[in-house]
């Protein structure tokens, strides 16, 4: 069993950052995958960013590249999103997911394990 617990959501101005956290907790998370999904009201919950821990091989939703960044610091257990850039429609709940080898990366089913979420506001 793995149990998840994120933190660092907030409200924000558009343009500005925040960083995300994922603690993991109940077994080490050596060839799991991490990800990052969000859901605003009214849509799916989508794919935003992944990474590999054991390789740190990381993907990201073509949405948010080249302002997200999924990170992990393997000594603490613990996965991170940076985002950059923030936009009004980046606001949604985000949700830390983690997978067992095996599936498709970017596919919610896939995911065994989430946490209970963190809510991203962003204004304009």
């Known amino acids: 069993q793995v149990q998840l617990v994120e933190s660092g959501g907030g409200l924000v101005q558009a343009g500005g950052s925040l960083r995300l956290s994922c603690a993991a907790s109940?077994?080490?998370?050596?060839?799991?995958?991490i990800a990052w999904f969000r859901q605003a009201p009214g849509k799916e919950r989508e794919f935003v960013a992944a990474?590999?821990?054991?390789?740190?091989?990381?993907y990201v939703a073509d949405s948010v590249k080249g302002r997200f960044t999924i990170s992990r610091d393997n000594a603490k257990n613990t996965g991170y999103l940076q985002m950059n850039s923030l936009k009004p429609e980046d606001t949604a709940v985000y949700y830390c997911a983690a997978k067992p080898p095996g599936g498709v990366y970017y596919e919610r089913r896939d995911y065994d394990y989430w946490g209970q979420g963190t809510q991203v506001t962003v204004s304009s």
């Open positions: 109940g077994r080490t998370l050596s060839g799991y995958t």
């Open positions: 990474i590999r821990w054991s390789g740190g091989n990381t």
